[in-house]
């Protein structure tokens, strides 16, 4: 099953590292919350290096811990992909001038939980 949603940026040009999204189409049901920032790495994890952080808005506030990592995929254009609710789903992000279209694939990560993101990438061909 695949949910496809619509983020619309609502923080233009006030922060250079991180960008606040609000949902505009699709049901997140409980997978992902309407209110997300990506940020960019700063290099500040151990093990990974992606090129995003997903972070979910719980109403008062931005988690602190990321829900996300977003990695870079061999496709044109900026698209991502990462992992929901520890590697059992995943989500593909496709970034354009002021909006994210993600597709979480549930119940779907082929990959062995300890892959390397570079080799997940290369087998990541189509949206």
């Known amino acids: 099953m695949t949910i496809r949603l619509v983020y619309r940026e609502i923080t233009e040009k006030r922060s250079k590292t991180s960008k606040h999204y609000h949902i505009e189409s699709g049901d997140p049901k409980n997978y992902i919350r309407d209110y997300i920032r990506i940020s ?8 990974s290096r992606p090129e995003f952080w997903l972070h979910e808005h719980d109403g008062r506030r931005f988690h602190r811990r990321a829900s996300t990592g ?11 992909f990462g992992d929901l609710i520890q590697k059992s789903h995943t989500i593909i992000v496709a970034r354009s001038f002021d909006r ?3 597709t979480i694939r549930l119940d779907f990560y082929p990959w062995d939980k300890r892959s390397h ?3 997940i990438a290369s087998r990541i061909t189509k949206i």
């Open 70 to 80: 977003l990695f870079k995929t061999p496709l044109s254009g900026e698209v991502y």
């Open 100 to 102: 994210l279209d993600i």
């Open 40 to 47: 960019s790495d700063r290099g500040y994890a151990n093990r």
């Open 117 to 119: 993101p570079r080799l």
